[in-house]
Each structure stands twice: as C-alpha cells, then as structure tokens.
C-alpha cells in the first residue's frame, strides 16, 4: 500500500522485523560539543541561550575573551578516529545496531551536507566525511546503521525567524531541514532515522508526515528504514515507528507499542565530558540490569558513549562496552530475538525477569540467590520440564515448589572463575 502524508497511514505501516530482534544497540553522540567538552552536548545552548554563570566562568578561565561557538570547529579533529576499530568495539559489544550523531541542535554536521556551508566536518575540523566512513565500517562488519539527525538548530537565524512568525513561515524547514533528511537517506540508505528537535513546533511546520510517506513509499529504504517517535511537538509516545517517549525512558509495565529505551554510560552527558568521575559512570551491573527489564518489556536497548574530539571512545567506556558483550556472549540467547512472556517480572520483585522464545522460558536473576536455590512461582512446571543455565553444562536438578512454580538448585560454584557477574540465565522447557 502507499502511505499517505498523515499520521493515521503511516502508523498503519508495520515495523520492519530486524528492529525487535535487534534489542541492542550503541548510540554515538559526537559534535563540536565534543571540543569544550564540559557540562554536556547542550553547552552552546547553556553558555549562550541561558547564560549560565557556570557555563560563562568556564570560558573566562579556558579561553581567550572573544572566542565565538564556531572557534571550537576547527578543534574538532578527529585525528584518532578510526572507524574500523569502532565498529570491532560495538560488534564485540553485543550490539546489533549503531546510532551516530549526524547534527546535534548545534547545527554542524558529521558529513558535508550541501546547505550547512562552512559548518560541517569535510569543510572544516576533520576534513572527512564522518557519517560515510562511520557507515562502511560497521557495514562491513554487519552491523545495522542508524542516523540520529535533530529536527530544530537552536541559532540557525532561519529557524529563529520561524519562529518569531510563530511557526507560520517554514523557511528554515525547507531551506536546511528537510534538504538535509532527504541527503542522509539518498547518499548513506540508513537502516534507521532517529529523529529529535521536535519539541518546539507541531507537524505542519516540520512537513514531517510528508517525509515519512516519501520514506516509506518511494526512498531507497523504504522497506527496511525504521524511525522513532520524535516528529512533532505531540507526537512522542503516539507516533511515528517505535516509541522513545522520553530519554531514559522506563514503562514499569509491558507497553502495547515497541519501544527503545537510550540509556548513557555518563549518567550526566551524552557527550564527551573531560572531567567526569567514575561514581559518574554506570557499573556493569546497572547497564544489565537496565538491559534485562528494557528486554523483558518488549524495549530495545540503545546505550550511549560520547567520543572526544579526537575521535577516540575512552577506556573506561570500552571496558563497560566490553563488559556488556561478555555478558551478552554467555545470556544472548534469552535477549536477542526474544519475545515478552505472559510475566515480566517474578513477584514484582526486581530481581528475576523473564524471556521467551517460542515454548522456551528464560528466567534471568540478578542477585545469586544465597542458598543456591532460586526459587519461581511464576511457570507452572510439568513432568517434561528440563532446566539448563546457559554458560553451563548439563541440566539443572528442580523440584515443584509447595506454592506453586519450581525451586531450582543452580551449580554450587558460579558458572565463572570470575567474581560473580549481575545476572544468569536459567532456561526452562517445558513449562507453561
């Protein structure tokens, strides 16, 4: 069928099916925010639309008196970045997908885009087309591409005009906006648009439903392409393709509409911040966890590193990316392509969730229960019911709980030398 321009077709269109057997993706936030690298990716907005003392004090004590938003371009380097091992990273990351920052609400963008002269990473700063080299590399290593591109440039003197008229003229919308979706679609045939900027104003002055129909009917991606919900100034959590509804964003029950959950190791920026402290940071523990209830909602994962200027992911980032892929090496099997169960969550208590796979049952703990008995009330058990753990072998010896469900006597060591991780996974057959 042929989508029309409204809200009422295109919501009609199904979710291409890679999306929610993905449920794991890495979003890149990577800008000229990247050069101060402080406070976050919204330091433009926070030094010059709000004044911010803090931010002002920062520039007296860093930089010479008149240094102007657009110095920090030339800064923005790159010189490490290399997009090969990026991809190496996010794949040994457990991710099926990667969403890159291609313009921020600062306006400058990570490919030469034709209407944001001067302003952009092949005309200044790192000379290179980082969208594109990006794009080749996790393509080659099989990875799906997303493009995170904002609807709104705080101080674009178009969009300031705009919206003085009260969003009546839509000359920003025609002259950069849109140009720069349709160039991000015909020239890198993304595997997702993750769109955001869309607060300010409502869809008839974004003219986004008539993107989306040309998108799904006529683009060249138009039977893979996947969006969010972020088109218009009411259109979180209504429409669109899957739902953010908000960053960080957690249901606590099963939500009728797929949905992502974007999540930052730097619980304080997306960006690059040069002087975050690692109580800061996400444990590994946390991002599990996070991990586990987004899946066993229905969500995908979307989990967020912000690089330097150089282009390099820090250490620390990597190791938590790392720590996240080992995880998914021994329990992807109870995440990737999994399916809400009719439960999500044991006893609503927060520490056992569930999965499923057709017939197949995955119970995912996070805390190793004490006497190394974990008990379920949640499956029923039947006289065919096997239990294993996945990263160890053998089968697992159960007996009917006097409630109801099943105890299990899990492996008297860890199923790892290591310290004990957060969370295993039992898998149970045979069970209703």
């Not at 790192?126 to 794009?135: A, I, N």
């Not at 990597?318 to 044991?346: C, F, H």
């Not at 096997?386 to 072998?393: E, H, K, P, R, Y």
């Amino acid at each position: 069928p042929r989508y029309r321009p409204d809200w009422a077709s295109l919501d009609t269109r199904p979710l291409p099916a890679w999306f929610d057997q993905a449920k794991v993706g890495v979003f890149v936030h990577w800008g000229v925010f990247s050069v101060p690298a402080w406070g976050s990716e919204w330091f433009w907005w926070h030094w010059r639309g709000e004044h911010r003392a803090n931010y002002e004090r920062f520039m007296q004590r860093r930089y010479p008196p008149d240094t102007t938003y657009a110095d920090f371009a030339p800064r923005f380097t790159a010189d490490d970045f290399q997009p090969r091992e990026w991809a190496q990273l996010f794949q040994r990351a457990g991710a099926r997908y990667v969403v890159l920052t291609t313009k921020h609400h600062e306006g400058f963008t990570n490919w030469g885009s034709p209407v944001s002269w001067n302003w952009n990473s092949v005309d200044t700063g790192p000379h290179r087309d980082l969208v594109g080299e990006l794009g080749q590399a996790l393509r080659e290593s099989n990875l799906r591409y997303g493009l995170y591109h904002s609807l709104l440039e705080w101080f674009n003197p178009l969009y300031l005009a705009d919206k003085e008229s009260g969003f009546k003229t839509q000359n920003f919308v025609s002259e950069k906006t849109m140009p720069e979706l349709y160039d991000l679609v015909l020239k890198y045939k993304p595997d997702l648009i993750w769109s955001d900027g869309d607060w300010e104003a409502p869809e008839s002055y974004w003219n986004s439903t008539s993107f989306l129909a040309w998108l799904y009917n006529d683009s060249p991606v138009k039977d893979t392409v996947v969006v969010n919900d972020r088109w218009c100034n009411n259109c979180s959590c209504h429409h669109g393709g899957y739902y953010n509804c908000a960053d960080k964003y957690k249901p606590g029950t099963l939500p009728a509409h797929k949905w992502e959950m974007c999540s930052s190791i730097d619980k304080l920026s997306w960006g690059y911040r040069s002087n975050m402290n690692i109580a800061e940071l996400m444990d590994e523990a946390s991002i599990i966890e996070e991990l586990v209830q987004t899946v066993s909602f229905g969500g995908n994962y979307l989990l967020n590193v912000g690089p330097t200027k150089e282009g390099v992911i820090v250490p620390i980032f990597q190791e938590r990316l790392l720590a996240l892929g080992r995880w998914l090496d021994t329990n992807g099997e109870a995440i990737y392509e999994s399916k809400p169960w009719r439960v999500q969550m044991e006893n609503n208590t927060e520490t056992v969730w569930y999965t499923s796979k057709g017939a197949v049952v995955y119970a995912i703990f996070l805390i190793w229960p004490r006497d190394n008995v974990l008990e379920l009330s949640s499956p029923a058990p039947s006289p065919a019911t096997q239990v294993t753990m996945l990263g160890f072998a053998g089968t697992l010896k159960w007996q009917e709980s006097p409630g109801k469900g099943l105890l299990i006597t899990l492996p008297c060591t860890f199923p790892s030398p290591l310290p004990p991780q957060s969370g295993w996974t039992v898998k149970l057959e045979g069970v209703k």
